[in-house]
């Protein structure tokens, strides 16, 4: 085989792996008020492989998923005393041993591939609990309470993190 067939037959191979280990992008959303909260991320499969104290460390900021995590809100919140403003965001997740962190980042598009902490809006803490099951694609849930009060949670292997939220009602209706 010539050098550039090899070559040739290298980046085949590498685009065919790509394309396979691509995932299709996962969306979870709720509509409290008449207004729309969205998630989008990607969901990779744990495949056998320990995922938390394993493939990714304590104490590290994490993406859930392998990409960004995409987060719309068309109404003011507040997330667990957090104020987010309407608009466009980045989820990061702070896991630790015993309580994870979500980070709300004003940093969104290409440049949230990588974590940059001078771009965090806030950071709240997450309810931590065991999943009844292991947990094999990565999960992001959005749950409504009612027009005002929602939940948003993370499964993946045996660990459920979430962290309440609530349209701020104050600034929702300003004549107040």
Same mark, same amino acid.
Request: charged share 15%; aromatic share 8%.
């Given at each position: 085989?010539?050098?550039?067939?090899?070559?040739?037959?290298?980046?085949?191979?590498?685009?065919?792996?790509?394309?396979?280990?691509?995932?299709?992008?996962?969306?979870?959303?709720?509509?409290?008020?008449?207004?729309?909260?969205?998630?989008?991320?990607?969901?990779?499969?744990?495949?056998?492989?320990?995922?938390?104290?394993?493939?990714?460390?304590?104490?590290?900021?994490?993406?859930?998923?392998? &990409?960004? /995590? !995409?987060?719309?809100? *068309?109404?003011?919140? +507040?997330?667990?005393?957090? @104020? $987010? =403003?309407?608009?466009?965001?980045?989820?990061?997740?702070?896991?630790?041993?015993?309580?994870?962190?979500?980070?709300?980042?004003?940093?969104?598009?290409?440049?949230?591939?990588?974590?940059?902490?001078?771009?965090?809006?806030?950071?709240?803490?997450?309810?931590?609990?065991?999943?009844?099951?292991?947990?094999?694609?990565?999960?992001?849930?959005?749950?409504?309470? &009612?027009? /005002? !009060?929602?939940?948003? *949670?993370?499964?993946? +292997?045996?660990?459920?993190? @979430? $962290? =309440?939220?609530?349209?701020?009602?104050?600034?929702?209706?300003?004549?107040?």
């Amino acid at each position: 085989m010539t050098k550039s067939a090899f070559i040739c037959v290298v980046v085949i191979l590498s685009l065919v792996t790509l394309a396979v280990g691509q995932q299709a992008l996962q969306e979870a959303s709720v509509k409290m008020s008449g207004k729309a909260i969205t998630v989008k991320y990607s969901a990779p499969a744990m495949g056998g492989r320990k995922i938390f104290g394993g493939v990714v460390p304590f104490n590290q900021v994490w993406r859930a998923g392998t &990409g960004p /995590v !995409a987060f719309h809100t *068309e109404a003011d919140l +507040e997330v667990q005393g957090l @104020s $987010v =403003p309407k608009g466009d965001y980045t989820l990061f997740v702070l896991p630790d041993a015993l309580e994870w962190q979500l980070i709300v980042s004003k940093q969104t598009g290409p440049q949230a591939a990588s974590y940059n902490p001078q771009m965090d809006l806030g950071r709240v803490p997450m309810d931590m609990k065991k999943a009844s099951a292991p947990i094999e694609n990565l999960k992001i849930t959005m749950t409504s309470f &009612g027009s /005002v !009060a929602g939940k948003l *949670e993370i499964g993946w +292997e045996t660990t459920l993190a @979430s $962290v =309440p939220f609530n349209i701020d009602a104050v600034k929702a209706n300003r004549e107040w």
